[in-house]
């Protein structure tokens, strides 16, 4: 007989199902057990490699030792600073003895004492320990207990404080806004030293998570405009903030007006004198542009120079820029109109000239003015794209090949030449780049109106610009003010500046409780001998 063998038993087709072990969720509480915070962490911060995750033996009096996680983010953190100024010293000094670790000891003896670094703060879930360590911060669980600490330890990269190249100056301050927020806002307190300068922080994007910060000064600007601006800021509800200009998008009051009702600016001198006009800052941390609102529609032609050299010259170079603001827009228009319907209004020597260099071009004026136009800001773009280096040569080579070639093969005259040139250097004495942005786009429409019912054209167009300017706000400001509405007061910083100690009132618009900047009789005079 053959040998009894006992069947073996199949194996079930069925895999067998292992529970995980309950995780807690990233917004619950932290977890007394170190491990478990661990495993929570690891989880949360899965296939980041560099996210760095270190444990720690502190020892204590009695010689136990407490156990300890230190999270990170490599490269946000420095580690030098971190290695020297607080590993060593949790691991060398002995904690002062506990019944057991809690919250209040942690608090007391980790935070208040044993730790050396300039900002501590506990928190208790795990969504605030996630949002410290993306934040450059450095974390410490605690084994058996609730809390964990966040250690400033920051150190990453950036570019250093030098003069910004958008908006350069001869004579004033040459420092300008970096990347990172609290170097910014820094530049400004140092300027504004009073406990009246407020700035409150907001968090927005769903995954940037950007800091974004409010600037004024309390007592100087409108409080229903601060907290319009609060409200604007906190409605807003985006997937990512990597520059200011995400944000100006959000709170602007027309965002259909191709006009800006927002400014942007480089420099901390800028922001600091716009504070104590009344407006507020928004800085935006990864970007040296900040925002100041309220603006009105004359300021984007004042430099930041005017207030740095004498009333006569700032007042002359500030009625320049207004005369070539209105030649930037008006000139081809003009010329269109008056060498295609009227043709009286040109003299009478200077009209042969330009119809002996109109013959030969087989296009209308209109035609002309609109290719040129186009090509001349494809060739300023074009500068401003390419590498420093050749960006400039490129672009004025190009002009003058571009136009050389084209009158010569009689396809633009050479009178249109001369007027998109003069019209081009124009636009670049605007001090502020998105306002001259607006004046450009307007040039093409008032060329087309222009080209099909001439001076009238022009009147029309100019007629529909001047109402949209005075039923523009900016945070409730009338954007056209003080021209639309007129107040007489501020006029003093307008077409003109007056001197400085004849600016005594702040804008009436954007300060009205506190219009007194400089109190009366400093006008300076010769001394005379008492007797």
Same mark, same amino acid.
């Given at each position: 007989?053959?040998?009894?063998?006992?069947?073996?038993?199949?194996?079930?087709?069925?895999?067998?199902?292992?529970?995980?072990?309950?995780? /807690?969720?990233?917004?619950?509480?932290?977890?007394?057990?170190?491990?478990?915070?661990?495993?929570?962490?690891?989880?949360?911060?899965?296939?980041?490699?560099?996210?760095?995750?270190?444990?720690?033996?502190?020892?204590?009096?009695?010689?136990? $030792?407490?156990?300890?996680?230190?999270?990170?983010?490599?490269?946000?953190?420095?580690?030098?600073?971190?290695?020297?100024?607080?590993?060593?010293?949790?691991?060398?000094?002995?904690?002062?003895?506990?019944?057991?670790?809690?919250?209040?000891?942690?608090?007391?003896?980790?935070?208040?004492?044993?730790?050396?670094?300039?900002?501590? $703060?506990?928190?208790?879930?795990?969504?605030?320990?996630?949002?410290?360590?993306?934040?450059?911060?450095?974390?410490?669980?605690?084994?058996?207990?609730?809390?964990?600490?966040?250690?400033?330890?920051?150190?990453?990269?950036?570019?250093?404080?030098?003069?910004? /190249?958008?908006?350069?100056?001869?004579?004033?301050?040459?420092? =300008?806004?970096?990347?990172?927020?609290?170097?910014?806002?820094?530049?400004?307190?140092?300027?504004?030293?009073?406990?009246?300068?407020?700035?409150?922080?907001?968090?927005?994007?769903?995954?940037?998570?950007?800091?974004?910060?409010?600037?004024?000064?309390?007592?100087?600007?409108?409080?229903?405009?601060?907290?319009?601006?609060?409200?604007?800021?906190?409605?807003?509800?985006?997937?990512?903030?990597?520059?200011?200009?995400?944000?100006?998008?959000?709170?602007?009051?027309?965002?259909?007006?191709?006009?800006?009702?927002?400014?942007?600016?480089?420099?901390?001198?800028?922001?600091?004198?716009?504070?104590?006009?009344?407006?507020?800052?928004?800085?935006?941390?990864?970007?040296? @542009?900040?925002?100041?609102?309220?603006?009105?529609?004359?300021?984007?032609?004042?430099?930041?120079?005017?207030?740095?050299?004498?009333?006569?010259?700032?007042?002359?170079?500030?009625?320049?820029?207004?005369?070539?603001?209105?030649?930037?827009?008006?000139?081809?228009?003009?010329?269109?109109?008056?060498?295609?319907?009227?043709?009286?209004?040109?003299?009478?020597?200077?009209?042969?000239?330009?119809?002996?260099?109109?013959?030969?071009?087989?296009?209308?004026?209109?035609?002309?003015?609109?290719?040129?136009?186009?090509?001349?800001?494809?060739?300023?773009?074009?500068?401003?794209?390419?590498?420093?280096?050749?960006?400039?040569?490129?672009?004025?080579?190009?002009?003058?090949?571009?136009?050389?070639?084209?009158?010569? #093969? $009689?396809?633009?005259?050479?009178?249109?030449?001369?007027?998109?040139?003069?019209? %081009?250097?124009?636009?670049?004495?605007?001090?502020?780049?998105?306002?001259?942005?607006?004046?450009?786009?307007?040039? @093409?429409?008032?060329?087309?109106?222009?080209?099909?019912?001439?001076?009238?054209?022009?009147?029309?167009?100019?007629?529909?610009?001047?109402?949209?300017?005075?039923?523009?706000?900016?945070? =409730?400001?009338?954007?056209?003010?003080?021209? %639309?509405?007129?107040?007489?007061?501020?006029?003093?910083?307008?077409?003109?500046?007056?001197?400085?100690?004849?600016?005594?009132?702040? =804008?009436?618009?954007?300060?009205?409780?506190?219009?007194?900047?400089?109190? #009366? $009789?400093?006008?300076?005079?010769?001394?005379?001998?008492?007797?």
């Amino acid at each position: 007989m053959r040998p009894y063998r006992r069947m073996k038993r199949p194996k079930s087709i069925i895999p067998e199902v292992r529970l995980p072990d309950p995780v /807690p969720e990233a917004g619950d509480l932290l977890d007394k057990a170190l491990e478990v915070k661990e495993k929570q962490l690891r989880e949360t911060f899965a296939n980041c490699s560099d996210v760095v995750f270190r444990h720690i033996v502190c020892p204590d009096a009695v010689g136990q $030792g407490i156990r300890m996680l230190i999270t990170y983010v490599d490269g946000l953190v420095d580690t030098k600073h971190l290695d020297e100024a607080v590993l060593q010293v949790l691991m060398r000094q002995p904690l002062p003895p506990a019944p057991a670790v809690t919250a209040a000891w942690v608090q007391e003896i980790l935070a208040d004492r044993a730790v050396p670094a300039a900002q501590v $703060g506990v928190v208790t879930t795990y969504d605030e320990v996630v949002a410290f360590v993306l934040k450059g911060s450095v974390t410490m669980c605690v084994d058996g207990d609730e809390a964990a600490l966040t250690l400033s330890v920051v150190g990453w990269k950036q570019r250093g404080i030098e003069e910004p /190249p958008s908006e350069p100056v001869i004579r004033g301050p040459r420092e =300008g806004f970096v990347e990172s927020l609290r170097t910014n806002t820094a530049m400004v307190r140092r300027r504004i030293r009073s406990p009246k300068l407020k700035m409150q922080t907001f968090t927005i994007g769903e995954f940037t998570k950007t800091d974004v910060v409010l600037a004024y000064v309390d007592g100087i600007a409108e409080p229903s405009v601060v907290e319009e601006a609060r409200r604007r800021i906190q409605r807003i509800d985006i997937d990512a903030v990597l520059e200011s200009a995400f944000l100006e998008e959000f709170i602007e009051d027309s965002p259909k007006s191709p006009f800006p009702q927002v400014q942007s600016t480089e420099r901390p001198d800028v922001v600091s004198a716009n504070l104590l006009e009344g407006r507020f800052a928004i800085f935006t941390d990864g970007t040296p @542009f900040a925002l100041v609102a309220p603006v009105v529609f004359w300021g984007a032609l004042n430099a930041n120079e005017d207030y740095y050299e004498r009333t006569f010259m700032s007042s002359f170079l500030r009625i320049l820029r207004i005369t070539f603001m209105l030649v930037s827009l008006l000139l081809p228009s003009v010329y269109v109109a008056m060498a295609t319907f009227q043709q009286e209004m040109i003299p009478t020597t200077l009209l042969m000239s330009i119809s002996a260099a109109r013959e030969s071009t087989p296009f209308p004026a209109v035609i002309e003015a609109l290719f040129m136009e186009i090509v001349f800001e494809a060739l300023r773009e074009a500068g401003v794209r390419m590498p420093k280096q050749i960006g400039q040569a490129m672009s004025i080579v190009g002009a003058l090949v571009i136009g050389q070639a084209a009158v010569e #093969a $009689g396809i633009i005259s050479a009178p249109m030449v001369i007027v998109v040139s003069f019209t %081009g250097i124009a636009s670049f004495t605007f001090p502020r780049y998105n306002f001259g942005i607006a004046i450009r786009l307007l040039r @093409f429409p008032m060329l087309i109106l222009s080209g099909i019912f001439g001076i009238y054209g022009i009147a029309i167009g100019i007629v529909i610009l001047v109402i949209h300017l005075v039923s523009l706000r900016s945070f =409730g400001v009338p954007y056209f003010t003080p021209v %639309g509405p007129m107040h007489f007061q501020d006029f003093r910083d307008v077409f003109i500046r007056v001197p400085r100690w004849a600016m005594r009132y702040r =804008g009436g618009m954007t300060a009205k409780q506190n219009t007194i900047r400089i109190p #009366a $009789g400093q006008q300076p005079g010769p001394q005379q001998d008492k007797e």
